[in-house]
C-alpha cells in the first residue's frame, strides 16, 4: 500500500515537472501578443471614432430611425369602362428635417441647410432656422406635404450642385440633414363627373369614403412595404427595401361619354325651369350594367368638404340645431326631449356648427338615385298591367270603361281626365296613361297577386346594386297583410309606395329584355397592379319577371306609347323608342308638389339601352302645373347623343318636316277634352282619339276625393338610404344619418280604407 502511494506521488510530480519553462515562456509571449493586439485594437476603434465622430454618430443614429420606415402603397385607379382614368394616385413627396444631423456641424450644415430651402421653395430662413435650432435634438420633422417631383427635383439638384462646389473649394459646409419620403395623393381628373358613383377617399388617403371608392375599398388598397438604412459616409441614406404591393385597378361599367352627356343635359335643365332635383340612370338592359348615373347635386371630388356656394352660415347653424336637436333625444329617448332653445345647454357652438356640415356633407354627397325614395307614378302601370297577364287574368284584348272615377274603399279617386277616357284597350290605357283603367285591372288582380308581382319585379327589396348607401324599401312599400282596397287602386298607377330609380330601372330592363332580372352594377373588373384581370363581374341572373309574350305586347304598347300616346315628346327621329311617361303627387297632398318622370328605350324590338329620369319639383310658377313632358324632353336630348354613340342607327331616314318637340300649351287636369263620353260602350274610332300628354290626378279639394294620402306606416317620403359611415377627418364627425337627413316623414293614417 506505501509503495502504491509513493509512485502515485512520483507520478504527479512527473507530470508537473512536464510543464516546462519552456512552455511557460511561450505562454507568456502569447499573453503579451494578444494583450498587444487588444490595445491595438482599442487604438485603431478610438482613432476612427476622434476621426470620424460626427458620422459615426449620424450612422449609429440612422440606424436607430430608419430601421423600420414604412413604404406606403399605391391606391389601385378607377376607369370608365373604356379605359379612361376616373381616379388615379400620383406620387408625391413629404419634406422631412432632420435637425439633429444639421446641428451636429451648425457651422457647416445649418447656413447651408437654410440657403438651399429658401433658394428652392420660399420658405422664410428666419423661421426655418429657428424651427431646426428649437428642434436640435429630434431627427424628424414632416415640414411640408405632398410636394410634386418637379419641387423635390429642384432641391435635390441645388443641393448636390452646392455640396460639389464646396467640396471642390475645400469647404466644409454641406446641404444636410433634409430629405424626401414618398407619399400618394389622390386625384380624380374629371372633378366632379361621376361624382356619387366614384366617390372618394377620406382625408387618411385609406379608406373610401362614398361610392365605387367605398363599396370596391378592399380591392383598391394594397399593402405597405418597408425601408431599412443608414446613412453612408457622404451622409446619404442607403436603403434595403421590401416593397409596398400596390392596390388592384377597378373598371367600372360607366361610360364616361355617356355619363357627360347626362350630367350636361341635367345641367341644363337645373340652368333653364330648374327643379330641386334631378336624377338620371342609363342603363344595359340585357346585363345589368350601369353606363352613368348622375343627379342634380354634384360636387368636386378633389375637394369634398368644400360647402362654399352651397350652404351660408346660418343654413349650416339651422341644419345643426336641428341635427343636434334630434340626436340629443335619441340618445336620451328615456328622457325629456329638449327643444332647439335647449341645443346650446347640451352642445357648444364648434359642436353644432359640426352637426350642421354633418347635415350639409350628407346633402351633397348623397346618391339621389341609389339612396332616396319616391312614389314613382304612372311608370308602375305596365307592372300592373304585367301582373295581370302573367296571372292569366287578361291577355290584352280586354277593353274597359273609363268614366273618370272609381269609388274605393270610401274614396272617388279620380282619373286624368275626370270626365273620362271612355272605352279603351290595355295597350291605349297605357297609351293614355288611364289610373280608372289600372285600378280595374289591379282589382281583378286582387292584393294577393298584385303583392306577389311587386316582389318579383324587386319593388320593397334592395337591388344589391354595388354602391353604398341603397334604400332599405321593405317598409314603404304595402304587402297582401296590409294592403287595402284604397292602397290596391292606388299602387295600381303608382302612387301610395315608394320605391328608388335603381329599382325602378332594374324592374324596366327585365321587362324589355324579356324577363330576365339582372343585378344592377356599376364594376365590370378588377385587374392587378402589372394588369392582369383578377375578377370578372359576370351578370347576375336574379330572377325571371315575366313571359316572352308579356314582354313584346308591353314594349309594343310603350312603342305606341311615345309615337301616339302620352310620351311624344320623348321621340327621337328615325329611331323607335318605347317608354313610359309618369307624374306623381307628391306628399302631403296639399303642397301640390310633384314629380315627373319618363322611362324609356331604344330599339324598341331589341333594347341596347333604357334612360330614366326623374325630376324632383320642378320649379315652375304656383298656377302652372308641372308635366311629365319636362322628364319626356331631357330624355329625347339624351338619347339623341347617345344612340348614334352605341352604334344604334335609325331604323328609317329622317321625314323631311322635324318633328315638334315643344311642351303642350296647357298641361295638367283638363276639362273634357275626348270626344267620347263616358257612357260609351265601344271604342271610338282610331283615327278620331285625341291622346293626353299626362297623367296626374289633381287632389281633390272635398274630402274623400282625389289620391289618398296613405303610405305603408312608417314610411318616409324622402329616403331611406343606409348610413355612408363617412369617416372623419379631425374631429368633425362625417357620418350620415340612416334615414337621410331632413326626411319628410309621410303620414301613415289610413284614409278611408
Not at 309618369?582 to 334612360?611: D, I
Request: proline share 4%; net charge negative.
Amino acid at each position: 500500500m506505501k509503495t502504491s502511494q509513493k509512485n502515485s506521488a512520483r507520478g504527479r510530480k512527473g507530470k508537473k515537472r512536464t510543464f516546462t519553462r519552456n512552455m511557460q515562456k511561450k505562454l507568456a509571449i502569447a499573453v503579451i501578443v494578444i494583450t498587444l493586439a487588444l490595445f491595438a485594437l482599442i487604438y485603431v476603434i478610438y482613432d476612427i471614432v476622434q476621426k470620424n465622430e460626427t458620422s459615426y454618430t449620424q450612422i449609429v443614429l440612422s440606424q436607430q430611425d430608419y430601421e423600420s420606415r414604412p413604404i406606403p402603397y399605391k391606391r389601385g385607379d378607377i376607369m370608365d369602362r373604356n379605359g379612361t382614368y376616373l381616379a388615379m394616385t400620383n406620387k408625391v413627396y413629404n419634406l422631412i428635417l432632420d435637425p439633429r444631423q444639421i446641428m451636429s456641424d451648425e457651422e457647416n450644415y445649418l447656413e447651408a441647410s437654410v440657403s438651399a430651402l429658401v433658394s428652392v421653395f420660399g420658405y422664410d430662413p428666419n423661421t426655418i432656422r429657428t424651427l431646426i435650432r428649437e428642434n436640435a435634438s429630434k431627427q424628424y420633422i414632416r415640414y411640408e406635404r405632398q410636394l410634386s417631383y418637379e419641387q423635390k427635383d429642384a432641391f435635390d439638384t441645388l443641393k448636390k450642385e452646392m455640396n460639389e462646389k464646396n467640396a471642390a473649394n475645400n469647404s466644409k459646409e454641406r446641404v444636410r440633414g433634409v430629405w424626401f419620403e414618398e407619399e400618394y395623393k389622390r386625384i380624380y381628373p374629371y372633378n366632379s363627373l361621376a361624382c356619387s358613383v366614384v366617390g372618394f377617399v377620406n382625408s387618411d388617403g385609406i379608406d373610401g369614403a362614398v361610392g365605387i371608392e367605398k363599396s370596391y375599398n378592399d380591392y383598391l388598397i394594397g399593402t405597405n412595404g418597408r425601408e431599412y438604412g443608414y446613412l453612408n459616409d457622404d451622409s446619404n441614406l442607403e436603403r434595403v427595401i421590401k416593397s409596398a404591393t400596390n392596390g388592384n385597378t377597378v373598371v367600372s361599367t360607366i361610360d364616361l361619354k355617356i355619363q357627360d352627356v347626362v350630367e350636361k343635359n341635367i345641367q341644363l335643365w337645373q340652368d333653364g325651369i330648374g327643379s330641386d332635383r334631378v336624377g338620371v340612370v342609363v342603363m344595359n338592359p340585357n346585363n345589368g350594367e350601369v353606363l352613368a348615373m348622375a343627379n342634380s347635386q354634384k360636387f368636386d371630388l378633389n375637394n369634398p368638404r368644400d360647402l362654399t356656394g352651397r350652404f351660408s352660415q346660418a343654413e349650416i347653424r339651422e341644419f345643426g340645431l336641428k341635427e343636434a336637436m334630434d340626436t340629443y333625444n335619441r340618445k336620451h329617448k328615456d328622457e325629456t326631449s329638449i327643444t332647439l332653445e335647449q341645443v346650446t345647454d347640451h352642445y357648444s357652438s364648434d359642436e353644432i356648427d359640426s352637426f350642421g356640415k354633418q347635415v350639409a356633407w350628407n346633402q351633397i354627397w348623397r346618391n339621389f338615385c341609389v339612396s332616396d325614395t319616391y312614389e314613382p307614378g304612372s311608370p308602375q302601370k305596365i307592372f300592373t298591367v304585367a301582373a295581370a297577364m302573367e296571372e292569366g287574368i287578361i291577355d290584352g284584348s280586354e277593353t274597359f270603361l273609363c268614366d273618370g272615377v272609381q269609388s274605393v274603399g270610401g274614396w272617388d279617386i279620380d282619373c286624368v281626365i275626370k270626365s273620362g277616357h271612355g272605352n279603351l284597350t290595355v295597350t291605349e290605357s297605357l297609351m293614355q296613361s288611364c289610373n280608372d283603367c289600372m285600378m280595374q285591372i289591379a282589382a281583378m288582380t286582387g292584393k294577393s297577386r298584385f303583392s306577389k308581382y311587386q316582389k318579383i319585379f324587386g319593388f320593397g327589396a334592395k337591388t344589391g346594386i354595388d354602391l353604398p348607401g341603397e334604400a332599405d324599401t321593405k317598409n314603404v312599400v304595402y304587402n297582401e297583410d296590409n294592403m287595402n282596397p284604397t292602397s290596391l287602386a292606388t299602387n295600381s298607377f303608382g302612387q301610395n309606395y315608394n320605391c328608388t330609380m335603381i329599382q325602378m330601372a332594374a324592374a324596366y330592363c327585365s321587362v324589355i329584355n324579356g324577363g330576365s332580372y339582372y343585378e344592377p352594377h356599376v364594376v365590370r373588373q378588377i385587374l392587378n397592379s402589372q394588369g392582369a384581370v383578377i375578377k370578372r363581374v359576370e351578370p347576375k341572373l336574379v330572377r325571371e319577371t315575366v313571359s316572352e309574350s308579356t314582354a313584346n305586347y308591353l314594349k309594343e304598347a310603350l312603342f305606341r306609347t311615345v309615337a301616339e300616346g302620352t310620351g311624344k315628346a320623348a321621340a327621337v327621329e328615325g329611331y323607335e323608342i318605347g317608354g313610359k311617361t309618369g307624374t306623381a303627387e307628391k306628399y302631403p297632398r296639399q303642397n301640390k308638389n310633384y314629380l315627373v318622370s319618363f322611362c324609356g328605350f331604344a330599339p324598341v324590338h331589341n333594347p341596347q339601352v333604357l334612360v330614366y329620369v326623374v325630376i324632383d319639383v320642378p320649379h315652375v310658377p304656383s298656377y302652372e302645373q308641372p308635366h311629365s313632358s319636362y322628364a319626356s324632353g331631357v330624355f329625347q336630348k339624351i338619347m339623341t347623343e347617345i344612340l348614334p354613340y352605341l352604334n344604334i342607327f335609325p331604323v328609317e331616314d329622317p321625314e323631311n318636316e322635324n318633328l315638334d318637340e315643344s311642351l303642350p300649351e296647357r298641361e295638367g287636369i283638363t276639362d273634357n277634352i275626348n270626344s267620347m263620353t263616358p257612357g260609351e260602350t265601344e271604342p271610338t274610332p282610331e283615327e278620331t282619339k285625341v291622346y293626353q300628354t299626362d297623367e296626374y290626378i289633381e287632389s281633390g279639394e272635398e274630402s274623400g276625393r282625389g289620391v289618398p294620402g296613405q303610405l305603408p306606416a312608417g314610411a318616409t317620403e324622402s329616403g331611406a338610404g343606409e348610413s355612408s359611415a363617412l369617416e372623419s377627418s379631425g374631429e368633425e364627425s362625417e357620418a350620415s344619418s340612416e334615414s337621410g337627413v331632413g326626411g319628410e316623414s309621410a303620414s301613415s293614417e289610413e284614409n278611408g280604407g
